[in-house]
């Protein structure tokens, strides 16, 4: 079931302010009054417990008051700040391993309003080789991680064997446009093990990121040769496990209005699997704790 945190929080706001501001501008200037009152009619007879009692409010409104800014805060953290996600799955590998709790920049593209996820600031654009975290295309209740490979206009050739070639996008205005260069892979002396399967790992380097990227040559549902031209306000986005990844190759293209933000630090590591977080006993990786690219 797809519980949306951004409505709830929204409303929860929404409803906690409208009963705190009756509660503060009607109901609680009438109970100061009656305090008075008490206070001049016993005089020092007036007790504390019974000031106390009169002052405060009833349960709506006094939980109201308590948790006002408390959705608050949570909503312009969660929405305009910094977001926490989890990796489920093993398509960011060797980056990203399954039991990996992340934090997300949620404004780094620019400010969207919670909700109705439109965008009223613009700050910047996504730069080849940020991962980065969007709502999936085909259905966006579902937040997919992937990295940015190809940028609007872009026309990449991604070969069988996983080398990846890009144009980028030039306007004709411009006389001397970028020249096409292939994607640096440097193959280290990792090996790393999926699905009982050793996975070569390679140095990769896009738009001058270095970062880490494996795959099983043969073994891919994926090895098909294609030439692909990004359309303008589209990102073509790839996972780092090459062929263990559905991502732009099988479903399309990321439009602008879907991206989330950027990953960029891992602040939880648990042991984990596909199947879920081991919990009992957990086993903290702290070698994976901290930034990442």
Same mark, same amino acid.
């Given at each position: 079931?797809?519980?949306?945190?951004?409505?709830?929080?929204?409303?929860?706001?929404?409803?906690?302010?409208?009963?705190?501001?009756?509660?503060?501008?009607?109901?609680?200037?009438?109970?100061?009054?009656?305090?008075?009152?008490?206070?001049?009619?016993?005089?020092?007879?007036?007790?504390?417990?019974?000031?106390?009692?009169?002052?405060?409010?009833?349960?709506?409104?006094?939980?109201?008051?308590?948790? $006002? %800014?408390?959705? @608050?805060?949570?909503?312009? =953290?969660?929405?305009?700040?910094?977001?926490?996600?989890?990796? /489920?799955?093993? *398509?960011?590998?060797?980056?990203?391993?399954?039991?990996?709790?992340?934090?997300?920049?949620?404004?780094?593209?620019?400010?969207?309003?919670?909700?109705?996820?439109?965008?009223?600031?613009?700050?910047?654009?996504?730069?080849?080789?940020?991962?980065?975290?969007?709502?999936?295309?085909?259905?966006?209740?579902?937040?997919?991680?992937?990295?940015?490979?190809?940028?609007?206009?872009?026309?990449?050739?991604?070969?069988?064997?996983?080398?990846?070639?890009?144009?980028?996008?030039?306007?004709?205005?411009?006389?001397?446009?970028?020249?096409?260069?292939?994607?640096?892979?440097?193959?280290?002396?990792?090996?790393?093990?999926?699905?009982? $399967? %050793?996975?070569? @790992?390679?140095?990769?380097? =896009?738009?001058?990121?270095?970062?880490?990227?494996?795959?099983? /040559?043969?073994? *891919?549902?994926?090895?098909?040769?294609?030439?692909?031209?990004?359309?303008?306000?589209?990102?073509?986005?790839?996972?780092?496990?090459?062929?263990?990844?559905?991502?732009?190759?099988?479903?399309?293209?990321?439009?602008?209005?879907?991206?989330?933000?950027?990953?960029?630090?891992?602040?939880?590591?648990?042991?984990?699997?596909?199947?879920?977080?081991?919990?009992?006993?957990?086993?903290?990786?702290?070698?994976?704790?901290?930034?990442?690219?």
């Amino acid at each position: 079931m797809h519980i949306d945190f951004a409505l709830i929080l929204v409303v929860g706001s929404i409803l906690t302010g409208v009963l705190y501001a009756i509660d503060k501008w009607k109901y609680e200037p009438e109970r100061v009054a009656l305090a008075e009152k008490l206070k001049t009619e016993l005089g020092d007879n007036a007790s504390d417990d019974q000031i106390e009692k009169i002052l405060k409010p009833n349960f709506w409104y006094d939980n109201a008051r308590a948790f $006002f %800014p408390v959705f @608050v805060v949570v909503l312009v =953290l969660r929405s305009f700040l910094i977001e926490p996600f989890r990796i /489920p799955s093993g *398509s960011m590998l060797p980056t990203l391993l399954i039991g990996d709790f992340i934090l997300v920049n949620k404004f780094a593209y620019g400010i969207k309003l919670p909700v109705i996820n439109k965008k009223i600031i613009d700050i910047s654009n996504p730069e080849r080789g940020d991962v980065v975290v969007f709502k999936y295309p085909n259905d966006e209740r579902i937040d997919y991680i992937k990295r940015v490979v190809g940028l609007p206009g872009d026309k990449l050739t991604i070969r069988a064997n996983g080398n990846i070639s890009i144009t980028p996008f030039c306007q004709e205005t411009v006389h001397s446009c970028p020249e096409s260069y292939a994607v640096q892979q440097e193959l280290t002396e990792d090996v790393f093990e999926y699905k009982s $399967f %050793p996975h070569a @790992v390679f140095n990769e380097n =896009l738009g001058g990121i270095t970062h880490l990227m494996m795959n099983a /040559p043969g073994r *891919s549902p994926l090895d098909i040769d294609r030439v692909i031209e990004v359309p303008t306000g589209h990102y073509f986005v790839m996972g780092d496990n090459r062929d263990h990844s559905a991502d732009s190759r099988v479903w399309g293209f990321v439009p602008e209005q879907n991206l989330v933000g950027k990953a960029f630090f891992i602040w939880l590591s648990l042991e984990a699997d596909e199947q879920g977080i081991n919990w009992l006993p957990p086993s903290i990786r702290f070698e994976q704790l901290g930034q990442f690219k």
